[in-house]
């Protein structure tokens, strides 16, 4: 009964690979995020979805896709992989567009780039 | 500007005593909420506490307070009695309502050690 679920937790590939990570949250939450945390441990949002709809969309090269099949996923689709891109990445969910209320984190994915 | 400065890279505390982590924060929006974080080495992040910018009265959840002065811009979690278990790496994040993203803005961490 995982709240935020990711697969994979770990992904390793070689650079110029597409991939993908999934994300699904059964919450009931309108609003799901994509963050990356660095080496250095800082987090930094990539993406947010409400309601199926990108609201924002911060200045992430656009080899990085968000999709959102419904309200419960948004997958995470990377194209020609770059060693800077090897970071943890979380998905992340809340309920509604307010500030009120903690955002649901998933377990994270560690990517590796070679 | 950071939005978020958390100032203490790492702290150490000796088990059973409280610990201050400190948080400063930076906006003009009138209405925003302040959450802390937790992340163990298992990696995962750990929701702890809120704070909204109108709330009269400091939050607490169990072991965990937050000293939020609003003039100074400052909302430090306060750890009551340590245990072991609360080494870990803590964040401090902020929400706006004006910009109407709904993403947190994070501070670069601080990593708690407890002493035995």
């Known amino acids: 009964d995982t709240a935020v679920s990711q697969t994979p937790k770990y992904l390793v590939t070689q650079m110029g690979n597409d991939k993908s990570i999934k994300c699904e949250q059964n919450l009931g939450h309108d609003t799901m995020y994509w963050y990356k945390q660095d080496s250095k441990k800082f987090l930094k949002i990539m993406f947010s979805?409400?309601?199926?709809?990108?609201?924002i969309n911060e200045t992430v090269p656009n080899r990085f896709s968000p999709k959102s099949p419904d309200k419960a996923h948004l997958n995470l689709h990377i194209n020609s992989l770059e060693l800077g891109d090897s970071a943890v990445y979380f998905c992340?969910?809340?309920?509604?567009?307010?500030?009120?209320?903690?955002?649901?984190f998933g377990p994270g994915t560690r990517l590796t780039v070679l | 500007a950071q939005k978020i400065t958390q100032t203490q890279p790492g702290m150490f505390v000796q088990e059973k005593e409280a610990v201050t982590l400190d948080c400063t924060y930076d906006?003009?929006?009138?209405?925003?909420?302040l959450f802390w974080y937790k992340q163990p080495s298992s990696g995962e992040m750990i929701f702890l506490i809120y704070?909204?910018?109108?709330?009269?009265q400091n939050a607490t959840e169990g072991r965990y307070s937050l000293n939020f002065q609003k003039a100074r811009k400052s909302a430090n979690l306060v750890i009551s009695a340590s245990q072991l278990g609360d080494s870990a790496m803590y964040f401090c994040a902020m929400r706006e309502a004006q910009t109407g993203a709904n993403n947190l803005f994070f501070g670069t961490g601080t990593r708690l050690t407890v002493i035995p």
């Open positions: 979805y409400n309601n199926k709809e990108l609201i």
């Open positions: 906006t003009s929006d009138p209405s925003y909420g």
């Open positions: 704070q909204g910018s109108y709330d009269q």
């Open positions: 992340a969910s809340s309920r509604g567009t307010s500030v009120v209320g903690e955002q649901f």
